[in-house]
């Protein structure tokens, strides 16, 4: 599977919060058409905490690392985005030592069974599923993000059947859903740091 140091797993968190505060306008954008305007606000919040957490800390190993993002995740974001991000996390620490596709896939795993929901609901796992689907394949890091990213459009025109924006029923077609984008910043961050 892909190698993952110490260091690199360090550079994925800070470069996802790299892209996530870059992308908070556009987040809580799109979070504005189907929701409640806040997913762009609630993952920098997060993210700037968890940041602030790796700068003030030092970590045994990168399990110990992840962990530490995923309860700053639960604990600093109010609202859906952060127990499943924060899910994501503390799954994908625990599942480390068996290899980064399959430690991508229980946080994956984990995020569904969180939320109860499944590929389809116009959800991040429309996402998350495609680019897990990519990794165990064995695909290279442009394709895992190329099927990140085909994940994240398929959401445009789906109805959403999960979280506020299921509150829209068939007016929710029409847009990307917030949590889509904001995972294939997730991804796209991994590609960087971990890519080789
Ligand atoms: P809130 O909806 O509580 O304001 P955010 O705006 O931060 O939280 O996050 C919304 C995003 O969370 C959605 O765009 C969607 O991708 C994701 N989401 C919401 N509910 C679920 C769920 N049950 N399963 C998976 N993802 C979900
Ligand atoms: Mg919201
Ligand atoms: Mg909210």
Redesign the pocket.
């Known amino acids: 599977g892909v190698a993952v140091g110490r260091v690199s797993v360090e550079a994925w968190i800070r470069e996802y919060a790299r892209l996530i505060a870059e992308a908070a306008p556009r987040l809580t954008e799109?979070?504005s058409a189907?929701?409640?305007a806040?997913?762009g606000a609630?993952?920098s919040r997060g993210m700037a905490a968890v940041v602030a957490a790796l700068d003030s800390s030092s970590f045994d190993d990168d399990g110990a690392l992840l962990k530490k993002v995923g309860m700053t995740l639960v604990s600093t974001?109010?609202?859906?985005?952060?127990p499943?991000y924060g899910t994501f996390f503390l799954r994908v620490s625990s599942a480390l030592g068996d290899g980064f596709p399959a430690a991508f896939r229980a946080g994956v795993d984990g995020?569904?069974a969180?939320?109860?929901?499944a590929v389809g609901?116009?959800?991040?796992?429309d996402t998350l599923v495609p680019a897990a689907d990519a990794l165990e394949a064995g695909k290279d890091w442009p394709a895992v993000v190329d099927a990140a990213s085909a994940g994240r459009n398929s959401t445009v025109p789906l109805v959403?059947r999960?979280?506020?924006?299921s509150y829209l029923g068939e007016r929710s077609a029409g847009h990307l859903?917030?949590?889509?984008e904001?995972?294939f910043l997730l991804v796209r961050a991994a590609a960087s740091a971990l890519g080789a």
């Open positions: 799109l979070d189907v929701g409640d806040d997913h609630n993952l974001v109010g609202g859906a985005s952060g499943l995020v569904a969180r939320g109860k929901s609901e116009k959800t991040m796992l959403a999960k979280g506020r924006a859903d917030p949590g889509a904001s995972s």
